[in-house]
């Protein structure tokens, strides 16, 4: 207990070495605003990656079989036989003829109701489940086997259609990847300056200290700890501002219904990464706290 | 980190700290205890420039024993506080070779610097008190950067403010205290560690003649006690006061006596 005690009364001398002012300065928030930002670009990268992999997964596994017949009784004949090629051919793992009902209640709101009058050639659709993995060549094993049934057979992967979409939603991932590095940077910059100040408005006590045979550990050990603390109250605060961002944002996508909006979530492995990112913003912030005042202390003989 | 740490290579071996035993009356009643040892400091044609300006300081050249008391006295300007900065190295010469405990520290690796300051006591012209934290804190300074643990610091600390005569003032802050009081706080930061080399810029400067006449029986006292004592000072009377004592004296950046330090005794040791 006495070991104890006397770490304790070492450890709050070595604090009054340096005046606390902590929150009373900039530096906190600065950090928390910077890291609430942080947050918020990586739980938006984090979330549009998973909604691109979770796309593709969905897409890479799925295609959609197209009848393009005008005669309704040669198109339903058909497509009974494309479903029923299709349901013994390798690589399927489902078919599923859409109902031609549901079709044309699709196309209703574009098509008025023409849609249903039996004047306009509707295709009939076949939605086709494929097993996992090589979906490329299952494609193509799928069209050579629809083409040799009738030319008037189409395969259409799903990822063809979305492609771009999720070549979007994969570049606003990397983009927010950009901008966590970028602010990253500009956390170790604000820090590098705070150090820097720090370190001229205490010079007269760390050249006393210097001078008594202080070693630059020794001095820089004591802005570590003190631009620590300043960058841990900051990153607690902006994470817990930005988790909740996140949280009403999340709500807000599910409550819109769309399965495409609803892609973008964040895993509980994205939460864990989110949680790193003050605990990174600490250490960092000690990092260029020790780097900048050893390199000051270095120009002292 | 223990007291052990206080003794760095050069530190004599089991001295005793003995805070109590340098009461200014005890010292000077006492039979004069002057055991010069070998040169502990030996400046070989030191010269300082600073920038581009003629040199401040010019071949300097002496040696300080162990043990020895030494007053540094010239006109202002002389280069009296350039030499000092030299002496508990805060200033690199620009060239000459300076020995420390029989070690050019002008060459010596900038890490191993510290363990040579820590063996150096320093009372500044400005005092340089820490200014936010209690005289109590000021003067425990050298022991936490020494890395004594914390519960052997009151003892020698509250002794140094009972010697100094403050000691019902340890946590007033510096800007709290007269000017003589700063000054007395600065002399116990400077000797807590029982440094094996103290020196004092100017440290009868702030004071009256009967507060200048008591720091220097208390620099007397613990030269008692081996400390070698290097005092920068104008004041001719109160370096007369300390017997045995020798002078340098800066002219211009030169040492007025080219083979080093003068003996200086206005009176013989055995005659005070």
């Known amino acids: 207990m006495a070991g104890v005690a006397d770490r304790r009364a070492a450890a709050a001398a070595r604090h009054r070495l340096l005046p606390e002012g902590r929150v009373a300065g900039p530096m906190p928030w600065i950090i928390a605003i910077m890291m609430f930002l942080t947050v918020l670009a990586a739980a938006a990268g984090l979330g549009l990656g998973a909604a691109v992999r979770s796309m593709s997964a969905d897409l890479a596994g799925r295609a959609t079989v197209q009848i393009v017949e005008a005669n309704v009784e040669a198109r339903d004949a058909l497509g009974r036989r494309a479903a029923q090629a299709l349901r013994g051919a390798d690589g399927v793992a489902g078919v599923r003829p859409v109902d031609p009902a549901t079709l044309v209640d699709q196309l209703r709101p574009w098509l008025g109701e023409e849609a249903s009058s039996g004047d306009l050639p509707i295709p009939a659709l076949i939605d086709v489940t494929l097993t996992p993995g090589g979906a490329d060549a299952k494609v193509e094993r799928l069209r050579r086997l629809m083409a040799g049934l009738s030319p008037k057979i189409r395969v259409e992967p799903h990822a063809a259609f979305l492609l771009p979409l999720a070549g979007l939603l994969s570049a606003l991932g990397w983009l927010a990847a950009g901008i966590v590095l970028l602010m990253a940077l500009a956390t170790g910059a604000v820090v590098v300056l705070a150090a820097r100040g720090a370190h001229d408005s205490h010079r007269g006590t760390i050249e006393v200290l210097h001078l008594m045979g202080a070693t630059d550990v020794q001095t820089a050990r004591l802005f570590q700890r003190r631009i620590a603390l300043d960058a841990m109250l900051g990153s607690l605060l902006g994470f817990v501002v930005a988790a909740c961002v996140i949280l009403l944002l999340g709500g807000r996508l599910i409550a819109t219904g769309s399965d495409l909006l609803g892609a973008v979530r964040l895993p509980w492995s994205g939460w864990a990464v989110l949680a790193a990112l003050p605990l990174g913003g600490v250490l960092l912030a000690m990092l260029a706290a020790r780097w900048t005042v050893l390199r000051s202390l270095g120009r002292l003989l | ?272």
């Open chain 2, 1 to 272: 980190m223990r007291l052990a740490r206080l003794r760095g290579p050069g530190f004599t071996a089991g001295r005793p700290l003995c805070h109590g035993c340098m009461s200014g009356a005890e010292g000077s009643a006492r039979a004069p205890v002057f055991t010069i040892m070998s040169a502990i400091v030996q400046f070989e044609n030191v010269g300082l420039r600073y920038g581009l300006d003629s040199e401040t300081l010019s071949d300097v050249s002496f040696s300080l024993h162990g043990g020895g008391f030494y007053f540094l006295t010239g006109a202002s300007g002389a280069g009296k506080t350039s030499l000092l900065k030299l002496l508990y190295l805060a200033q690199r010469p620009s060239r000459g070779v300076i020995r420390l405990f029989g070690e050019d520290v002008v060459t010596l690796p900038r890490k191993r610097l510290p363990g040579f300051r820590r063996r150096i006591g320093v009372v500044f012209q400005d005092f340089r008190l820490v200014p936010h934290l209690s005289v109590y804190d000021n003067i425990a300074l050298p022991l936490r950067v020494a890395g004594m643990e914390e519960a052997e610091v009151d003892a020698p600390v509250s002794e140094m403010l009972n010697w100094v005569g403050l000691g019902d003032r340890g946590q007033a802050r510096p800007a709290t205290l007269s000017g003589g009081e700063q000054q007395r706080v600065a002399i116990a930061r400077a000797v807590i560690a029982r440094p094996e080399i103290l020196v004092a810029d100017e440290p009868t400067g702030n004071v009256d003649a009967d507060m200048a006449s008591r720091l220097m029986t208390l620099f007397e006292a613990l030269n008692r006690l081996g400390t070698t004592v290097v005092v920068a000072t104008h004041d001719l009377p109160l370096m007369g006061q300390v017997t045995g004592a020798q002078m340098m004296r800066l002219d211009k950046g030169r040492l007025a006596d080219p083979t080093g330090a003068l003996r200086y005794p206005p009176r013989s040791r055995g005659s005070a």
